[in-house]
């Protein structure tokens, strides 16, 4: 118990950097990163290579003519493959003619591509978590062989650089021979980032937007402080000493935080109920259950109730409204859900739902939302809420 006693004393510590390192970069504003509150820093395309082909391209909206196309090719060590930049296009997702899905010989599209008319090209295939198919960079070394007389170099982007598997670049002409030139966001695209900032130091809007993706990078390939710390958190409880201890808080923590959503969320909903003249009620034995949660109505609702349910372990929580009873669907019941799905805006489902959405916090797995429950933010956040629904339904019989 000793070493469990200084251990958790050890965590705290690294707890109290990471909350310093947070509040720091929250007063001077670099918590704000548009990427991440649209949620798209994980998608390859729409993301990282529309990013990366808007400012590889020298006619690109940014106004720097070729500065990055520049700078990405000496990082690259690429620079003479082109022979004039004015010259150079960037396309995205371009088509290689029809995919052949029964050999995958032939066809598809290629994430990335920097060329020079049909003199040479750059393909970038940008791979971020998602797999490879069947002979991917086969048939793009293919294309490439046939459109630019064998020059040009196909990149296999990754977060950290590691190679493609044979089943992407092995085919059954063995004269095309696929030797991609690997890259990371780690090291490649964020010393292209780096080294493009002071560039366009003139430029403060696009400047700003190149550190929020920088930011974007370092958190991917966990190069940002809060992933410093963690890898600290990490080493400190896999030790031979702290590992045990480690176990045990793994092994007891879904009752750790079903005790505390007990002894604080629950009086917190028994004080919206009182606030707002709602009976409510939970379900689940235990928060993190599948499919655990609570619902609120009043006494006077004969069909439906106001739910509001987690589907595992405290994430995807979502909310609407639910049929009392599954099997009573009566005209007047299915006439009823459809006004509440046309005013509530939601998704309609079967059986218990009659229409639901994705509450504003879907993941309370997590010590952001632990936080907001401890300090009465997500009482508030619910209560609106629930009196908007209530707003929504105020001339129905429910």
Avoid at 89 to 113: C, F, M, P, T
């Amino acid at each position: 118990m000793e070493n469990l006693i200084k251990l958790l004393e050890s965590v705290d510590e690294i707890h109290k950097e990471i909350k310093v390192s947070r509040n720091k970069r929250r007063e001077s504003g670099d918590m704000f990163n548009i990427f991440e509150i649209l949620k798209a820093e994980h998608y390859e395309v729409t993301t990282h290579s529309a990013i990366l082909a808007e400012l590889l391209n020298p006619n690109g909206s940014h106004g720097c003519t070729d500065i990055f196309l520049k700078s990405f090719l000496e990082v690259l060590n690429l620079k003479e493959l082109f022979h004039n930049l004015n010259e150079v296009s960037v396309d995205v997702e371009r088509s290689i003619g029809a995919l052949d899905y029964e050999n995958k010989e032939y066809g598809g599209r290629i994430d990335l591509i920097i060329h020079e008319k049909n003199k040479a090209a750059i393909i970038i295939e940008n791979k971020i978590y998602a797999d490879d198919q069947d002979k991917q960079l086969y048939r793009y070394c293919r294309y490439a062989r046939n459109t630019f007389n064998n020059n040009f170099n196909i990149l296999y982007l990754t977060l950290d650089g590691k190679e493609p598997p044979k089943k992407s670049t092995e085919g059954k002409d063995a004269s095309i021979q696929v030797e991609p030139y690997c890259i990371s966001y780690q090291y490649h695209i964020k010393k292209w980032i780096e080294d493009s900032i002071p560039l366009v130091s003139s430029k403060m809007n696009l400047q700003n937007s190149l550190k929020q993706y920088l930011q974007i990078i370092n958190k991917l390939t966990n190069q940002d402080m809060n992933s410093i710390s963690t890898e600290k958190l990490i080493t400190l409880l896999s030790s031979p000493k702290n590992i045990n201890n480690a176990l045990l808080i793994r092994d007891t923590i879904d009752d750790a935080l079903d005790m505390f959503m007990r002894n604080v969320f629950v009086p917190q909903l028994e004080e919206i109920s009182k606030e707002l003249n709602l009976e409510y009620s939970l379900y689940g034995n235990h928060w993190y259950d599948t499919y655990a949660g609570f619902i609120f109505y009043k006494k006077e609702w004969e069909n439906f109730t106001l739910g509001f349910e987690f589907v595992s372990s405290l994430r995807n929580f979502y909310y609407g409204f639910k049929h009392k009873d599954d099997k009573n669907r009566s005209s007047e019941v299915k006439d009823m859900q459809m006004e509440l799905l046309n005013r509530f805006e939601g998704k309609p489902s079967q059986p218990w739902w009659a229409c639901y959405k994705n509450f504003p916090i879907t993941n309370w797995n997590n010590e952001e939302t632990i936080e907001k429950i401890n300090n009465g933010q997500m009482k508030i956040m619910l209560k609106e809420i629930i009196e908007d629904n209530l707003s929504l339904v105020a001339d129905l019989r429910l």
